[in-house]
């Protein structure tokens, strides 16, 4: 079963605008993370915000988590063609030691130019 | 510093064969996790290696295997392959430490396995 849920499930916007997606949680966390995929490629990691954490930035990238609503937000300002990608949230199995990630089922994101 | 390096990209191979796929984590990373990826069932983990020991494992029939050499490189093995084994499999390694701290996981590009 998937740990996060994304929502929505696609993103349709034009160069220019502002994306945002959500992801929500079942579980207690320790960290949150974000990754980018491309179209059958790997992921790429974007973001990690600590459960301790409201809000965290990197470039146009702006993260939100509320561990009372458990549920993240992931925000693209000033979005780029090459922003096209699918977005996940994962978070890592608290009870387990090490890296076991639970993924949710993404948010496909088209910019047009 | 080189990134993670999948090996092959692509393989096609016939139900009720076996397969080996290959990953070397970037240098001085001692976690190699391994994840299947499908349209239906998304990103879902299969397992992970911390110097050379299984230290997690995911939801998956002993089909799939999977071990860790010294030198942190892993390989993941399929047996009696079946037409649902069909995915993108992707490697992951981490800084990770001993004491099991959850960090970011640094992909390769992963295998594409079609199984006919």
């Known amino acids: 079963s998937q740990q996060g849920e994304e929502d929505p499930q696609a993103l349709s916007i034009q160069e220019g605008e502002n994306a945002t997606m959500n992801c929500s949680y079942k579980?207690?966390?320790?960290?949150l993370q974000w990754y980018r995929q491309n179209s059958g490629r790997g992921l790429v990691h974007l973001i990690l915000?600590?459960?301790?954490?409201r809000e965290k930035h990197s470039g146009r990238l702006r993260v939100t988590l509320d561990t009372s609503k458990k549920s993240s937000s992931l925000l693209i300002t000033a979005s780029r063609a090459a922003d096209t990608a699918s977005y996940f949230c994962?978070?890592?199995?608290?009870?387990?030691?090490?890296?076991?990630?639970?993924f949710g089922g993404g948010t496909r994101v088209l910019v047009k130019p | 510093k080189a990134g993670v390096t999948q090996t092959p990209r692509y393989l096609i191979k016939t139900r009720g064969q076996q397969v080996t796929l290959s990953c070397s984590p970037i240098?001085?990373?001692?976690?190699v996790s391994w994840y299947q990826q499908t349209p239906g069932q998304g990103l879902q983990f299969l397992f992970e290696?911390?110097?050379?020991?299984?230290?997690n494992k995911g939801n998956f029939p002993g089909r799939f295997s999977g071990r860790q050499f010294s030198n942190s490189r892993s390989e993941m093995n399929v047996s009696t392959l079946e037409l649902g084994d069909s995915a993108l499999y992707l490697c992951?390694?981490?800084?990770?430490?001993?004491?099991?701290?959850?960090?970011?996981?640094?992909f390769g590009q992963g295998t594409r396995l079609t199984v006919v």
């Open positions: 915000i600590r459960s301790n954490e």
């Open positions: 992951a390694s981490s800084s990770s430490t001993i004491q099991g701290d959850s960090t970011e996981a640094f």
């Open positions: 994962a978070t890592p199995d608290i009870k387990a030691a090490g890296n076991k990630l639970t």
């Open positions: 240098s001085g990373h001692r976690s």
């Open positions: 579980t207690s966390i320790n960290n």
């Open positions: 290696y911390f110097s050379e020991t299984q230290r």
